[in-house]
């Protein structure tokens, strides 16, 4: 309660700053500059913070100060779901949002969050810079929710940690509290790994790993260090079950509402973003791995066929009309 309380001050004050830097905003007509408010559910040491701060200044400094971005990090504006809200009533005007919140908004960027989709960062990073293949699925929800995604941060690979012993086989999961994102795809896949699948929003879990409400969770390392979960879950198990992905969403009239030139510039800045953030998720990685180490965790690999086998119905199970399937395709050719 306490906290719904301090997150609701938090876009409150957010809200107060944008419009005082404002120096236009009429519903509807282009706007000749303003501070968009950015939400992000990552720590200040964090890559995502890191690349969109800069972002922020990249983009003050080539629109003469126009147009600005000020990140709030650590969920302060609040936790992903209900931050999509914001964005989509104009409160809050971009926001940074896993794929998994996505599927619950237009079920077909559920074939984006599967095991097996993105091959690598590159792949990934490559199909997402493709309008060819996502350009329908990015305006999917400018109609309907005034979303617009207008590309992504990747999440790297995502791998298994518990707090109680190594991880090697499906059967090593039975009976275990795993911790999911709130979707349906990742409910099946970590049941289908061996696990119990817990759905929880981000913020909780480090809490729920503390007090044993949790056995495990699922991400990649770099998340796995900046929200501290090596303190509390020292066993992690390479089972690399997907390359994640993060959307960037910005309120479609607010996007719509730049005059061409600021526009011009604003997708220049954003698109270099995205290059910069994959350069420092690499080499992030490498020191997340070394600083868990350096804390006691025990990374070890797992039975890799055993977990692709139990994945294998997931992924067509979830592929479940001809544009979801036809989508999935285009994917893996674009890695030919
Ligand atoms: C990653 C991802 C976040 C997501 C989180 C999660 O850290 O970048 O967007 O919220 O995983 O597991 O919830």
């Given at each position: 309660?306490?906290?719904?309380?301090?997150?609701?001050?938090?876009?409150?004050?957010a809200?107060?700053?944008?419009?005082?830097?404002?120096?236009?905003g009429?519903?509807?007509?282009?706007?000749?500059?303003?501070?968009?408010?950015?939400?992000?559910?990552?720590?200040?040491?964090?890559?995502?913070?890191?690349?969109?701060?800069?972002?922020?200044?990249?983009?003050?400094?080539?629109?003469?100060?126009?147009?600005?971005?000020?990140?709030?990090?650590?969920?302060?504006?609040?936790?992903?779901?209900?931050?999509?809200?914001?964005?989509?009533?104009?409160?809050?005007?971009?926001?940074?949002?896993?794929?998994?919140?996505?599927?619950?908004?237009?079920?077909h960027?559920?074939?984006?969050?599967?095991?097996?989709?993105?091959?690598?960062?590159?792949?990934?990073?490559?199909?997402?810079?493709?309008?060819?293949?996502?350009?329908?699925?990015?305006?999917?929800?400018?109609?309907?929710?005034?979303?617009?995604?207008?590309?992504g941060?990747t999440?790297?690979?995502r791998?298994?940690?518990?707090?109680?012993?190594?991880i090697?086989?499906?059967?090593?999961?039975?009976?275990?509290?795993?911790?999911?994102?709130?979707?349906?795809?990742?409910?099946?896949?970590?049941?289908?790994?061996?696990?119990?699948a817990?759905?929880?929003?981000?913020?909780?879990?480090?809490?729920?790993?503390?007090?044993?409400?949790?056995?495990?969770?699922?991400n990649?390392?770099?998340?796995?260090v900046?929200?501290?979960?090596?303190?509390?879950?020292?066993?992690?198990?390479?089972?690399?079950?997907?390359?994640?992905l993060?959307?960037?969403?910005?309120?479609?009239?607010?996007?719509?509402?730049?005059?061409?030139?600021?526009?011009?510039?604003?997708?220049?800045?954003?698109?270099?973003?995205?290059?910069?953030?994959?350069?420092?998720?690499?080499?992030?990685?490498?020191?997340?791995?070394?600083?868990?180490?350096?804390?006691?965790?025990?990374?070890?690999?797992?039975?890799?066929?055993?977990?692709?086998?139990?994945?294998a119905?997931?992924?067509?199970?979830?592929?479940?009309?001809?544009?979801?399937?036809?989508?999935?395709?285009?994917?893996?050719?674009?890695?030919?």
């Open positions: 309660m306490k906290m719904r309380f301090l997150r609701l001050c938090a876009v409150g004050l809200l107060l700053l944008a419009t005082t830097a404002c120096s236009s009429v519903s509807g007509k282009a706007e000749t500059g303003k501070t968009l408010v950015l939400s992000l559910n990552q720590s200040e040491t964090h890559p995502s913070y890191i690349a969109l701060t800069e972002f922020g200044e990249r983009l003050k400094a080539a629109m003469d100060g126009r147009w600005d971005v000020k990140v709030y990090p650590n969920e302060t504006l609040g936790a992903q779901q209900e931050v999509i809200q914001l964005v989509s009533d104009g409160s809050v005007d971009m926001a940074v949002a896993s794929g998994t919140q996505l599927e619950n908004l237009n079920p960027f559920g074939v984006l969050n599967l095991p097996t989709t993105f091959k690598s960062i590159d792949h990934q990073m490559s199909v997402i810079k493709d309008k060819s293949i996502v350009g329908d699925l990015f305006t999917s929800l400018e109609a309907s929710k005034h979303l617009t995604v207008l590309g941060l999440q790297g690979d791998n298994l940690y518990t707090a109680t012993g190594p090697k086989k499906p059967a090593d999961l039975h009976g275990m509290k795993i911790r999911v994102q709130e979707s349906d795809v990742h409910i099946k896949m970590v049941n289908a790994m061996g696990g119990s817990t759905p929880m929003s981000y913020g909780e879990v480090y809490t729920a790993l503390q007090s044993g409400v949790l056995d495990g969770a699922e990649n390392e770099i998340s796995y900046t929200q501290h979960h090596n303190e509390v879950a020292k066993y992690v198990a390479r089972t690399r079950h997907l390359v994640g993060d959307y960037m969403l910005i309120n479609s009239e607010t996007y719509n509402g730049m005059t061409p030139e600021d526009r011009k510039i604003f997708d220049a800045e954003w698109s270099k973003t995205m290059t910069e953030h994959t350069t420092l998720w690499k080499k992030d990685t490498a020191r997340a791995i070394q600083q868990a180490e350096d804390s006691g965790t025990k990374f070890n690999d797992v039975d890799k066929a055993a977990f692709d086998k139990a994945l119905p997931v992924v067509n199970g979830s592929l479940k009309s001809p544009a979801d399937r036809e989508l999935y395709d285009a994917i893996q050719e674009a890695n030919q």
